[in-house]
């Protein structure tokens, strides 16, 4: 299944996708995708901010895979003469998408100062890994099987 592994992480690191793969163990792939990098300014606070969503493909025999999910969030508050470290994660199967709006804020990723959109959608992520790997011949294991 190596081989498997390893032109799943090709086709989504070669295919334009904002998020990367690499191979994380002998049966899992680990498709990241850090969807905010940003510090952003407020009433009298200056916020540093991480989020990222990770999407694990699970190599299964018989041509059959499943797949989990974990996203987690890390940030930075200064406010008010006081440092705040916040984190949080969840893992299991997620479904959803989100949108945030920064009114003034530096983006990491593109160097964009001012209003910064952030979009996060599982899809994006679920629905591209989903055709590559049936594209290798794989079937997303189910509920009975």
Same mark, same amino acid.
């Given at each position: 299944?190596? @081989?498997?592994?390893? &032109?799943? /992480?090709?086709?989504?690191?070669? #295919?334009?996708?904002?998020? %990367?793969?690499?191979? &994380?163990?002998?049966? %899992? ?8 990098? @940003?510090?952003?300014?407020?009433? #009298?606070?200056? %916020? ?5 969503? $990770?999407?694990? /493909? !699970? ?7 499943? !797949? ?17 470290? +916040?984190? *949080? ?10 949108? =945030? ?15 910064? *959109?952030?979009?996060?959608?599982? &899809? $994006?992520? *679920?629905?591209? /890994?989903? =055709?590559?790997? =049936?594209?290798? +011949?794989?079937?997303?294991? +189910?509920?009975?099987?």
């Amino acid at each position: 299944m190596n @081989a498997d592994m390893q &032109k799943l /992480v090709n086709s989504i690191n070669g #295919g334009g996708y904002p998020f %990367t793969a690499d191979i &994380k163990n002998d049966d %899992t792939v680990e498709v990241m995708w850090r969807w905010k990098d @940003a510090v952003s300014l407020g009433w #009298g606070s200056v %916020t540093d901010e991480v989020r990222d969503f $990770r999407y694990f /493909v !699970t190599f299964l025999p018989n041509s059959k895979y499943r !797949t989990s999910s974990k996203s987690g969030s890390i940030s930075v508050d200064v406010s008010g003469g006081k440092v705040s470290i +916040g984190k *949080s994660s969840f893992s299991g199967q997620q479904l959803g998408a989100h949108k =945030e709006i920064d009114l003034l804020s530096f983006n990491k990723k593109d160097g964009n100062v001012g209003v910064n *959109s952030f979009d996060f959608n599982t &899809k $994006r992520i *679920s629905e591209p /890994v989903k =055709e590559i790997m =049936e594209n290798m +011949g794989y079937k997303k294991k +189910g509920l009975f099987g």
